[in-house]
């Protein structure tokens, strides 16, 4: 008799799952006020070890402690986890005493639809991010009654919980995992077995950490390990749902197998993975900008603003801006595509430290053989003359490297912005995010026109005049792609996350920000205080402003803002 070599990662999965189903009992029984309790507590570790997590993030991407580029980590990682930590504790606080999460919201009108600003949340926000705004837009039919009685999704009935959910993490931003995991514990009421995608392996300690309350609780567990662990795990009968952050391309294997066995499943119908899926699956994003009369400042800030959307994280962003859409008879075009060129060029030079990311670049060359090469060691491609058709390859499929394309239509005022509509949502692939760039001048010339641009693009998070990330940096915001996806056209995915006041039926979220930075915005008439984006890549104290940002999200208070501001002035 042959007996089976024990595996001892296969053998961790089974014990946290066995663990999980005790945890679930516990979860249970644990009462709004409680749950409160142990966010708060979560909240509280993020900010003692947001120094060992930006540390080992840094490592992970080969950035050095003295960077600026350290300031993505600060503010993509422990900054909005505490954020979130802190707006789905005040949603558990108003369940449990009986309000509405959405009690104190204001509702708008977009179109046909209800709209909840969720941006700014607070007069902190209104303060730290003044000039930005975000609103949550509802699907039709639902009013804001509807959307006041179910808001808190399964929080409104705690103790019937959801089995166990399994969450594999992505390997690019180091939150989207932990998010990943509160979600699914508190807005679907599942206890989580997290697997961490391999390349974040050294964030363990980290999130044991600061996940340390919920983890001795039993209601989570973190699991390590490559395809094969993450198969074991989706596939045990213990495990209810699953939700995956990840490709399109990783997704199906899951969910059809590979190869021959995959094309039979979709020819019959039948899945390998039985079980219900979510996703958030990135895409290939555009960034439409309208023509306008802009100044020498103006091309400058938004031309690093376009660098920023496309380098962030060197370009291993599920939402980096993949390809402008410019139009072809805007006079400033050229001038404006020297000042992107510019940007590209003298962007901070970073390793490309995700897998892969060497091999697509230079597919990228191959593909576009004409194409620019940019930065110190030309490591960055700029591909010009890029046709609005979905056979492009580069707007049919993501790169996840510092790939960007330029695509240039016809028009001008209207009839460009229904063109642009219509190319980014016909000609591109996925439905994450959209960025739109535009005067405030303009945006009042197009009026009802411009309007209908921001109802008819078919994305789960459209940016204007901000980029995208901002989205996923609001914790009361939605995240996720636009509605209507399935398992067999999957695209950028299933489903949402985020959404810290837990608000059912969910179409979009739509984040504004100001034109131009100020001082220069109140000189010329926009409302907002707001300096240059600590998230920029050329902003030269972002790495300060992160740290005192995050230690603010981990313990707000008023005595915080004036380093907050003085560094964010330098930047």
């Known amino acids: 008799m042959v007996t089976k070599k024990a595996d001892p990662a296969l053998d961790a999965v089974d014990a946290a799952l066995s663990d999980l189903v005790e945890g679930e009992r516990k979860w249970a029984a644990t009462s709004l006020r409680e749950r409160r309790w142990l966010l708060d507590r979560v909240r509280e570790l993020t900010g003692r070890h947001a120094q060992d997590w930006v540390d080992a993030a840094a490592g992970i991407k080969g950035l050095p402690a003295s960077s600026p580029l350290v300031g993505e980590e600060w503010i993509s990682g422990p900054y909005v ?14 369940l449990a005493r009986g309000e509405s999460p959405l009690d104190k919201a204001r509702f708008g009108v977009a179109g046909d639809r209800v709209t ?13 991010l003044n000039g930005f705004s975000a609103q949550v837009w509802l699907r039709r039919g639902i009013s804001s009654a509807a959307a006041k009685a179910e808001a808190g999704l399964a929080q409104r009935d705690p103790a019937r919980t959801n089995g166990i959910g399994a969450v594999l993490g992505a390997g690019n931003i180091t939150s989207i995992a932990p998010l990943d995991v509160l979600y699914e514990l508190i807005a679907h009421n599942r206890v989580v077995a997290l697997k961490l995608n391999p390349i974040t392996d050294p964030m363990l300690p980290v999130f044991a950490a600061i996940l340390a309350p919920l983890i001795e609780l039993g209601a989570v567990r973190l699991l390590t390990g490559g395809a094969e ?9 213990l495990v209810d749902h699953v939700h995956m952050t990840g490709s399109a391309r990783t997704h199906d294997a899951i969910v059809w197998g590979t190869g021959a066995e995959a094309a039979e499943r979709r020819r019959a119908g039948t899945p390998k993975l039985t079980k219900p899926v979510t996703s958030e699956l990135g895409g290939v994003s555009p960034t439409i900008v309208l023509p306008g009369e802009w100044s020498e400042a103006d091309i400058a ?28 008879d805007w006079p400033q075009k050229e001038q404006f595509l020297a000042a992107v060129r510019a940007a590209f060029a003298k962007a901070p030079a970073r390793p490309a430290y995700y897998p892969g990311s060497d091999e697509r670049v230079a597919g990228a060359r191959t593909s576009y053989p004409g194409a620019e090469r940019l930065g110190t060691n030309g490591e960055r491609l700029l591909v010009t003359g890029i046709a609005p058709s979905p056979a492009e390859p580069l707007l049919a499929e993501e790169y996840f490297a510092p790939v960007f394309g330029v695509v240039e239509i016809p028009g001008t005022g209207a009839e460009f912005a229904r063109a642009a509509t219509r190319t980014a949502n016909d000609a591109f692939a996925g439905t994450l995010g959209v960025n739109v760039i535009a005067k405030p001048e303009t945006i009042d010339e197009l009026g009802a026109a411009f309007d209908l641009m921001v109802e008819d693009l078919r994305y789960g998070t459209v940016a204007i005049n901000a980029w995208t990330g901002v989205g996923y940096l609001t914790p009361t915001a939605s995240w996720g792609a636009f509605p209507g996806h399935t398992i067999e056209d999957v695209q950028s995915g299933i489903g949402v996350v985020h959404n810290a006041w837990l608000i059912d039926g969910v179409e979009r979220t739509v984040v504004r920000g100001p034109f131009r930075p100020a001082p220069r915005s109140l000189l010329r008439g926009e409302l907002a205080l707001s300096p240059k984006p600590p998230w920029f890549v050329g902003n030269k104290t972002a790495a300060s402003t992160g740290r005192l940002l995050a230690g603010f999200a981990a313990d707000p208070g008023w005595l915080r803002l004036p380093a907050i501001f003085a560094s964010a002035l330098r930047g």
């Open 81 to 94: 986890m505490a954020a979130a930590l802190g707006a789905l504790a005040n949603t558990l606080e108003a």
């Open 116 to 128: 909840v600003d969720v941006l700014p949340a607070n007069a902190f926000d209104a303060l730290l």
């Open 229 to 237: 662990v993450g198969g074991h795990l989706v596939g045990n009968d």
């Open 301 to 328: 800030f938004q031309a690093e603003h376009v660098a920023t959307q496309r380098l962030h994280n060197g370009g291993y962003n599920c939402v980096a801006s993949q390809a402008l859409i410019l139009s072809a």
